[in-house]
């Protein structure tokens, strides 16, 4: 069951319901901006809990190193991971739709970051399209490499994620957190599944162009077999692509999406001129 929800300024129309799924060490909490910034926009955005891939806890102390080899006893099978997300979002979808009477409004969008956005894409590759929770489009945000996993304690785990003072702080304030988690192995099903979909629901696909987690090359090649597809790199964008320094140039991009999903992908806006 989700524990953030973002509700749009009363007075205004629902303009659509947004899932987010956070990803390794993240809770909510650490999405109250993103989440409050898209509600601003009249999107109704309930937050979940990261899935849990039964990694055993890399380490919680702000010095030292995570546990040697990363530890990746207890690595939960990926296609139990999907089903348990496939019911948390279910939920999730249900306690949205009850809120009003005529339902859960649309377009309905699963937007994930790290573990959240390959377990998203996973589930939508090899998903029924007539389940509840099946989503109008993906946003994948920091979708993790083969392999991706820090070698350092809590300060290098930091500075993989961002550069904005304001989201260190979350990230360091939050007794939830779970630090040292992002050196836990994302499981190789749910990247086979994300890398090799041939979905037809559109996904937009954000990525720092400074995330060493991040196969820069593996993604542009998903971008391009996609059958609708959008890259966009953020330039000095770090892991937590949704949450970094740029986060409000993140956030307009994503609302673009949003908004176009309303006219069949039809940006609102196209430049005829410019001088940059």
Known sequence: MALDD???PEGLRTRGTVLVVPGRG????????????????AY????L??????????????????????????HADGAAVLAELARRLTEAVTSVAAERSDGLVH???LAGSDLGAAAIAALVADGDPGSAWWPRALVLAGLPGYRS?????????????TSCPT???????????????LAGAVPDELLDAAYQSTAQVPQLLLIGDADPLADHDLIAHAAKTLPAARLAVVRGGHHDVLNDLQHRSVAAEVVT???????????????????W
């Open 44 to 47: 109704r955005v309930q937050v």
């Open 6 to 8: 973002y509700f749009p």
């Open 149 to 161: 996993r820090p070698d350092g304690g809590w300060a290098d785990e930091l500075d993989i994620r």
């Open 257 to 275: 999406f949003l908004e176009a999903l309303r006219d069949d992908l039809t940006p609102a806006i196209a430049v005829e001129a410019s001088a």
């Open 167 to 181: 989201h260190r702080g979350v990230l360091a304030a939050d007794p939830a957190v779970r630090r040292g988690k």
């Open 49 to 74: 809990r990261p899935p849990d891939t039964g990694h055993a806890d890399t380490g919680h102390a702000d010095t030292g190193h995570a546990d040697a080899g990363h530890a990746d006893a207890g």
């Open 26 to 41: 993240e809770t909510p909490g650490t999405y109250a901006r993103f989440g409050s910034r898209l509600a601003a926009d």
């Open 107 to 109: 377009p309905l969008v």
